[in-house]
């Protein structure tokens, strides 16, 4: 049906739809031939299974070949669950700072890493959009950070995230307290789906409901830091929703970029204010203070525990470092049985 679509010649005439459905077909037609290939591989281990006998060397060979197998299948049921409009679609993802001051900030910094390796873990490409940095200190060896906004492409990239959103909790030893105190942080994390053409037009804002402010850039981007006013940040007056960017060098570029960040969410606000209408909200995490979705103690023991699934793991270190795996997919099998 999809196939039919794309061959229509008339279709050509709306270029952004037509690239948008050709696009949906070639990741259909990959599906379908990464199942195919499954399917072999299947028979190919079946039949190599009835050799075995007592050879123990083909025994291990079929053994670790069923667990790569075993695998690439569950890769792919992951795959059924992307349903979504935009879950095919690279994502926005932004990370601010709550209340515990550097630990909050600190907080930020270590977030920001876990994502970016969960990202390289999946070969998506990362760009830093935005980065107001905090304080050099600590026993951390690094700055903090009071917010990051970070753009990802990929397959699947929206998909996959947009279950991360919300509050996530660090309870650890403060590498900021003399006393080796205890301490509690947070940091509030958000996913918005980047607009295709099509949704960024449609979306008319008003320029008398923009307030645009200019700033010297600072962190990742700042090349022309102290020499031009290259950093932007648009605020819609109406909402009070802004959006930064200060990566790009020149001014117009990260004025275009930031209107692109502050559309996405003025597009999901919208969404969900549909949606609320309608009274079919579903329990997604919303980007609030109250909506806590993660734990992740460090002191007095090791445990990473997700609140909705209530999926744990005492490989903290490992969830640090970008293992977020059954974290995602298990919030994913969780939102696709309502």
């Known amino acids: 049906m999809l196939e039919a679509e794309v061959s229509v010649p008339d279709l050509w005439k709306n270029r952004e739809e037509a690239e948008r459905l050709n696009k949906e077909l070639g990741m259909l037609r990959s599906e379908v031939e990464e199942v195919h290939s499954l399917m072999h591989e299947v028979q190919d281990l079946e039949a190599l299974g009835d050799l075995i006998h007592n050879d123990e060397a083909l ?59 969960y990202s390289a873990r999946n070969k998506w490409h990362t760009h830093v959009v935005d980065e107001t940095l905090g304080e050099y200190g600590g026993k951390t060896g690094r700055h903090t950070i009071k917010n ?128 609320e209408e309608l009274g079919a909200l579903h329990s997604h995490a919303k980007p609030e203070w109250g909506s806590q979705i993660r734990s992740y103690v460090l002191h007095p023991y090791q445990l990473v525990k997700d609140h909705r699934t209530n999926v744990e793991s005492s490989r903290v270190d490992e969830v640090l470092a970008g293992n977020l795996d059954l974290f995602i997919e298990a919030e994913m099998n969780l939102e696709s049985r309502k």
């Open 59 to 117: 025994a291990h060979e079929v053994e670790e070949k069923l667990s790569d197998l075993t695998l690439r299948v569950a890769h792919v049921e992951q795959q059924t669950l992307l349903t979504g409009t935009y879950d095919h679609a690279p994502a926005i993802l932004s990370i601010y700072s709550g209340a515990g001051g550097n630990d909050a900030q600190d907080w930020v910094a270590m977030l920001k890493d876990m994502y970016l390796r």
């Open 148 to 275: 990051v906004t970070i753009e990802i492409r990929g397959t699947n990239v929206y998909g996959y995230l947009k279950g991360e959103a919300g509050v996530h909790r660090l309870v650890r030893i403060s590498p900021f307290s003399a006393k080796q105190l205890r301490h509690t942080s947070f940091a509030l994390v958000e996913v918005l789906p980047e607009l295709s053409e099509m949704d960024e037009s449609a979306l008319v804002i008003r320029p008398e409901d923009l307030s645009i402010e200019l700033s010297r850039a600072s962190g990742p981007g700042g090349q022309n830091v102290n020499k031009r006013e290259t950093a932007v940040r648009i605020v819609h007056i109406p909402t009070g929703i802004a959006a930064s960017s200060q990566a790009e060098r020149s001014q117009p570029q990260n004025k275009e970029r930031a209107m692109k960040i502050l559309k996405a969410k003025l597009y999901q606000r919208m969404m969900q204010a549909r949606v």
